[in-house]
């Protein structure tokens, strides 16, 4: 059974050849490791935060490689333990060495293979991260959007996690007020009147309602969107594809049915990560292969976030029935846009209304009335930017609309007509209680060690 108080050590960097490779190590007393990987000389004049540069060493004293050591002693480090850093080259071969001769000279203090995640779980367990900063250091790495990016390192500075410690502060004055008129029913004052408990309580919610609605369009941001393209054949799907990647990706023929299989592109629009699917056209057929290709539309269009039906603008819609195969697939409350294409043949001018854009894939006209929709029914609106957004897990949401359910329980005891009753008070309370409690999940004030074992083992190795 492993111990978070055990040293760890591993290759930092990412897998494959590179210029540079880095070699983590992170414990208590790194002392033999130190003088194991340097040497007794080097190794005492090793200074904190100051790069070394200088030959790491086997166990006979032969080079394994050279390169540049750097020490940060604890508190002041990323894990808040002691940590030894060792650059050098990135070859893989050359990494599993140096990697293999930290753990030979580790041995007498314990030094092990740190697990996914393990350096980023020993920074929040030692206070350097909240829970919220340290999934941030996944989503940097993970982001797929400069937007993405930008505010992936805006909740690791913790800007969320202070979004969230001002909503915990601000119900635990007020939950202090309510247990205070609970204690003191002889006072003559009202406490909660005369502090304006309602009033306060409103302020709260609304804050909560902001921050739950920035990380619902942050999460957007997190995920992207998986968009897919159905339609009958020669409709233009691929033909779409390939106007929104600004690339041949599909190819484009005359011929009915070229296209057999799903093509995965990603397209970003503003900074959100598009998933753009094309498939095979959708008709009624016997031929096993195009039949199979129609089956796998029909599995990508229940996982689609949002369904693009693309209709001929020079030829009358025929797939009614299609269309219904169509939504009868895709998940309750997905979006479902029209795309009239090939308006250029049929002169129409390009249009977006509502669920339904006319476009030309081939000309391009129209098609930033078609990012727009997109980006409208993802619930990305102009007020909103990927600077002022919260890049937010599916716990974060979660947590954040159970915190709502509790203060509009609280509101409720707030408002009743009656006044405030004792009974009222202490149910009031606790649903401030609860609210706050819900809140703290995502900084980690309140956390179960099988939610940190679940967070951390979807982080690479090395961080």
């Avoid at 540069?53 to 940060?72: M, S, V, Y």
């Avoid at 098609?367 to 619930?379: I, P, T, Y």
Wanted: some cysteine.
């Amino acid at each position: 059974m492993f111990s978070d108080r055990d040293p760890i050590a591993a290759v930092a960097t990412a897998a494959g050849r590179a210029g540079i490779g880095v070699v983590r190590v992170s414990g208590a007393d790194l002392a033999p490791v130190i003088e194991g990987l340097l040497g007794a000389e080097r190794a005492a004049r090793l200074a904190p935060r100051h790069a070394t540069f200088a030959p790491f060493l086997d166990a006979q004293g032969r080079a394994i490689d050279e390169g540049i050591a750097l020490l940060f002693p604890a508190p002041h480090s990323y894990t808040g333990e002691t940590v030894l850093e060792l650059q050098g080259h990135g070859g893989p071969v050359v990494l599993q060495m140096l990697l293999a001769r930290c753990l030979e000279a580790g041995r007498p203090i314990g030094l092990r293979v740190a697990a996914p995640g393990e350096f980023t779980r020993r920074a929040f367990l030692n206070d350097r991260l909240d829970l919220a900063q340290a999934e941030a250091v996944a989503d940097l790495i993970d982001a797929s959007t400069e937007a993405a990016a930008r505010s992936a390192n805006r909740s690791l500075a913790g800007e969320f996690s202070r979004r969230i410690d001002t909503l915990v502060e601000a119900l635990l004055e007020l939950r202090t007020l309510v247990e205070a008129t609970l204690d003191f029913p002889e006072e003559e004052i009202d406490f909660l009147q005369a502090a304006d408990a309602r009033g306060r309580l409103a302020a709260i919610r609304g804050q909560l309602d902001d921050l739950l609605a920035r990380s619902r369009q942050g999460a957007v941001l997190r995920h992207g969107l998986n968009v897919v393209l159905v339609g009958a054949p020669n409709v233009g799907k691929s033909s779409l594809l390939n106007a929104l990647a600004g690339e041949e990706v599909a190819i484009v023929t005359p011929v009915a049915g070229t296209t057999r299989d799903r093509i995965v592109q990603p397209v970003a629009v503003h900074g959100i990560a598009l998933n753009v699917i094309d498939t095979a056209g959708v008709r009624p057929t016997d031929e096993p292969v195009e039949r199979l290709g129609i089956e796998r539309t029909l599995a990508e269009v229940a996982r689609a976030d949002v369904v693009l039906h693309l209709v001929d603008a020079t030829a009358p819609a025929t797939d009614g029935e299609v269309l219904q195969e169509v939504r009868r697939h895709a998940g309750r409350g997905v979006p479902l846009l029209t795309v009239i294409n090939k308006i250029d043949l049929s002169g129409e001018a390009p249009r977006a209304d509502g669920s339904e854009v006319r476009l030309s894939a081939k000309t391009g006209a129209g098609l930033d009335g078609l990012r727009a929709a997109l980006l409208e029914v993802a619930g990305w609106t102009a007020s909103t930017s990927g600077e002022n957004v919260f890049l937010a897990r599916e716990r974060h949401l979660q947590a954040l609309g159970q915190a709502q359910e509790h203060l509009a329980a609280a509101a409720a005891c707030a408002d009743a007509e009656h006044g405030y009753g004792n009974a009222q008070l202490e149910l009031l309370a606790e649903e401030l209680r609860l609210a706050g409690s819900r809140l703290g999940e995502i900084t980690g004030e309140v956390t179960a060690d099988d939610l940190l074992g679940r967070i951390f083992s979807r982080f690479c190795i090395g961080k």
